[in-house]
């Protein structure tokens, strides 16, 4: 089931999924683009992170031609998920590479790192929104306090810990503001989320080239730990939100949470047509689990409210309306950039799992029931 991302709700149409392809294969991966401003015949670094040392290393320099194009063919694929980055006057673009897939980077010279681009694949996307996160806390607070932004870093754990042994979430714990880490080893929660990952990477990766990196890394942090690593991840906080029903009445999610049930909270747009078939399938979760625990709080961040007004009455459960406008907030704490989304919360109230394949819901939801 395909989703759809907030920003083409929010212009009001229905954007298909892009799909990057090529007439010819290539023997290895590729990245090209432009720089809107760039001068011909100036150079940009492409460079590779070593993992043993952890540090950056130049691949090669690529030139730039007339109008700001550009274009890198890699000889061989990549061996593992990893991340490059393109470096040219001091700043940096991040992008992820798996295998052989073809990435294209768009962005202007004078804002080479702000007003930059990166498509061809959803680990692309995933880590621009990583770096938009980061990018917008800066913006509004200023480095040092983006250092320490708790809810900020909650947000990077959940998207870390979703795929915890991706290059995603390897990315996130090496993340810099400035000169300094924004995972602090020496910060006892951000040492948490590190082992987290590391030990992800450590059970599935065991011959990746980063995993021995990254144990090293939480290691000598620890140096009580004997034997690897093992570690719980950090809690990830339950966001509360209070949210009027189709009735005008006000429904809190904390306290459907506090009732000792496992409750799917769910985030959708009516108004767009993959909200029909996830809905089937979520009906036919609650009929199964009902009796043993289940409840559902679902979210409409449909920009026209008239759309959720219409649908959210036959509805079995809880149904409220955030407004992808006013109550933007409250979508962005729970980083919904696509909808469908679901999350499982567990009996004891927190936030346990985050599930965006409506397929492997039912199989998710009976773990904790």
């Known amino acids: 089931m395909k989703k759809m991302t907030i920003a083409s709700i929010l212009a009001g149409g229905v954007v298909s999924a892009a799909v990057f392809s090529g007439c010819t294969k290539t023997s290895g991966w590729s990245v090209n683009g432009k720089i809107d401003g760039a001068s011909n015949g100036e150079k940009m670094a492409l460079q590779g992170f070593n993992a043993g040392v952890g540090s950056w290393y130049l691949i090669d320099s690529i030139e730039i031609g007339r109008d700001g194009s550009f274009a890198y063919t890699s000889a061989q694929p990549s061996p593992y998920s990893d991340v490059y980055r393109l470096e040219y006057g001091g700043r940096a673009i991040y992008f992820p590479v798996d295998s052989i897939e073809s990435l294209?980077?768009?962005?202007?010279?004078?804002?080479?790192?702000?007003?930059?681009?990166?498509?061809g694949s959803d680990l692309a996307v995933a880590m621009q929104d990583v770096d938009q996160a980061i990018a917008e806390a800066v913006a509004l607070n200023g480095e040092e306090a983006t250092l320490n932004d708790a809810l900020l870093k909650r947000r990077l754990t959940e998207m870390a810990l979703e795929d915890a042994n991706g290059v995603v979430a390897y990315y996130i714990i090496n993340k810099h503001v400035g000169r300094k880490p924004l995972f602090d080893v020496n910060d006892r929660n951000d040492l948490r989320t590190i082992g987290a990952v590391a030990?992800?990477?450590l059970t599935n990766r065991p011959d990746d080239p980063r995993t021995a990196y990254l144990e090293k890394l939480y290691i000598a942090n620890r140096p009580s730990i004997q034997g690897g690593v093992t570690?719980?991840?950090?809690?990830?906080?339950l966001f509360d939100m209070e949210?009027?029903?189709?009735?005008?009445?006000s429904r809190r999610l904390g306290e459907m949470a506090s009732k000792g049930n496992v409750v799917l909270l769910s985030f959708v747009a009516y108004g767009v047509e993959p909200t029909a078939a996830y809905n089937v399938k979520l009906n036919?979760?609650?009929n199964a689990n009902r009796d043993s625990g289940l409840d559902i709080y679902q979210v409409s961040v449909d920009p026209d409210e008239m759309a959720w007004k219409n649908s959210a009455p036959n509805l079995p459960w809880t149904s409220v309306y955030a407004s992808p406008v006013s109550d933007r907030e409250i979508i962005a704490k729970y980083?919904?950039?696509?909808v469908p989304?679901?999350?499982?919360?567990?009996?004891?109230?927190?936030l346990a799992e985050r599930v965006a394949d409506v397929g492997k819901l039912s199989a998710a939801v009976k773990k904790y029931l």
């Not at 949210?243 to 009445?249: A, C, E, H, N, S």
């Open 199 to 201: 030990n992800s990477f």
């Open 231 to 237: 570690i719980e991840a950090e809690e990830v906080v």
């Open 104 to 119: 294209t980077v768009t962005t202007e010279a004078s804002a080479f790192d702000t007003k930059c681009k990166v498509s």
């Open 284 to 286: 036919e979760i609650y």
């Open 243 to 249: 949210l009027p029903d189709t009735k005008g009445v």
């Open 341 to 350: 989304m679901t999350y499982i919360i567990d009996r004891n109230g927190e």
């Open 335 to 338: 980083n919904v950039a696509a």
